[in-house]
């Protein structure tokens, strides 16, 4: 698997972004997303390095779903076009989140509901 791979996988969902397709290409996306959490796990082994402090979370559970909540956006696609992961989360006190998408990729870090503490 590689980048490539989970890009034309993202960009297919985009064009048929049902439920139908995606019954028709669950393995594909299995296998994409399987392929994406071990990336992820050799991202943890990297960041272990540079950051004693840093946490990490394995594959599997950083991911996010790709399903989109339709109860709360009933207007949004049934799936997401990208894969999310949030990395590095002890007790909510941090986070990393990894976004690859086909309209925008990016990573960012951040508190969520800081202390005030300076």
């Given at each position: 698997?590689?980048?490539?791979?989970?890009?034309?996988?993202?960009?297919?969902?985009?064009?048929?972004?049902?439920k139908?397709?995606?019954?028709?290409?669950?393995?594909?996306y299995?296998?994409?997303?399987?392929?994406?959490?071990s990336?992820?796990?050799?991202?943890?082994?990297?960041?272990?390095?540079?950051?004693?402090?840093?946490?990490?979370?394995?594959?599997?559970?950083?991911?996010?779903?790709?399903?989109?909540?339709?109860?709360?956006?009933?207007?949004?696609?049934?799936?997401?076009?990208?894969?999310?992961?949030?990395?590095?989360?002890?007790?909510?006190?941090?986070?990393?989140?990894?976004?690859?998408?086909?309209?925008?990729?990016?990573?960012?870090?951040?508190?969520?509901?800081?202390?005030?503490?300076?």
């Amino acid at each position: 698997m590689s980048f490539n791979k989970l890009y034309d996988f993202l960009r297919d969902l985009e064009k048929n972004n049902s439920k139908d397709w995606m019954d028709d290409n669950r393995k594909r996306y299995h296998e994409n997303r399987d392929w994406f959490a071990s990336w992820i796990e050799e991202l943890n082994v990297k960041l272990q390095k540079v950051d004693k402090d840093y946490t990490p979370k394995p594959g599997k559970k950083a991911l996010n779903r790709i399903n989109n909540n339709l109860m709360y956006h009933p207007n949004k696609p049934t799936y997401k076009n990208h894969f999310g992961a949030g990395l590095d989360n002890p007790n909510k006190s941090g986070d990393f989140y990894i976004h690859i998408g086909t309209n925008e990729s990016f990573m960012g870090g951040g508190y969520w509901h800081p202390g005030t503490r300076c």
